[in-house]
T-cell receptor
């Protein structure tokens, strides 16, 4: 059974703080993704990675960066948190065979509030 | 560019009534379409994908390339179907685009 875990379920930070969101998967998946989920806007892709040390921008990368030093771990970094980054953040992973056409497995999400 | 449109934010139906959740897409190539579901307090998970052509929990979805649609259907809604449903498109090699989601509310 694929397990995708996220370091925190709830996080409260102050404007300007540097924030790290961690995601770990245990199924040796090559692809990993970070989305934010907002009511009325659905899921929007922030960044994805198809291999260690590789990253690609998604649809809304501004204000975010990522790090993938190990295959199982994908970190999302908010360099200087702002109130408009208050959201639910979802991590996902998938096999690389067929690329993005494979099922994505999601983590439970991190609800980030920036005050 | 690839785009997914789910025109309904909320769909309310009575138990036993038919359900149709609409999804339209825009993509110049040959896409792969998915439906994901998120039940209350659970993580997002795959419901079905068009390539497998199977029925999951009584739901089916047919890819209509002429109308660029991938509507999700179920003949008789159950209370346990109440959830948030997302249509998703995999176009380019790695990127998946999700729609804005439709909340299905099944009234007892």
């Amino acid at each position: 059974d694929v397990k995708v875990t996220q370091s925190s379920r709830y996080l409260v930070k102050r404007t300007g703080e540097k924030v790290f969101l961690e995601c770990v998967q245990d199924m040796d998946h090559e692809n990993m993704f970070w989305y934010r989920q907002d009511p009325g806007l659905g899921l929007r892709l922030i960044y994805f990675s198809y291999d260690v040390k590789m990253k690609e921008k998604g649809d809304i990368p501004e204000g975010y960066s990522v790090s993938r030093e190990k295959k199982e771990r994908f970190s999302l970094i908010l360099e200087s948190a702002s109130t408009n980054q208050t959201s639910m953040y979802l991590c996902a992973s998938s096999l690389v065979s067929g690329g993005a056409r494979n099922e994505q497995f999601f983590g439970p999400g991190t609800r980030l509030t920036v005050l | 560019a690839q785009r997914v449109t789910q025109p309904e934010k909320l769909l309310s139906v009575f138990k036993g009534a038919p359900v149709e959740l609409k999804c339209n897409y825009s993509y110049s190539g040959s896409p792969e379409l998915f439906w994901y579901v998120q039940y209350s307090r659970q993580r997002l998970q795959l419901l079905l994908r068009h390539i497998s052509r199977e029925s999951i929990k009584g739901f089916t979805a047919d890819l209509n390339k002429g109308e660029t649609s991938f509507h999700l259907k179920k003949p008789f809604a159950q209370e346990e179907d109440s959830a948030m449903y997302y249509c998703a498109l995999a176009g380019g090699y790695q990127k998946v685009t999700f729609g804005t989601g439709t909340k299905l509310q099944v009234i007892p």
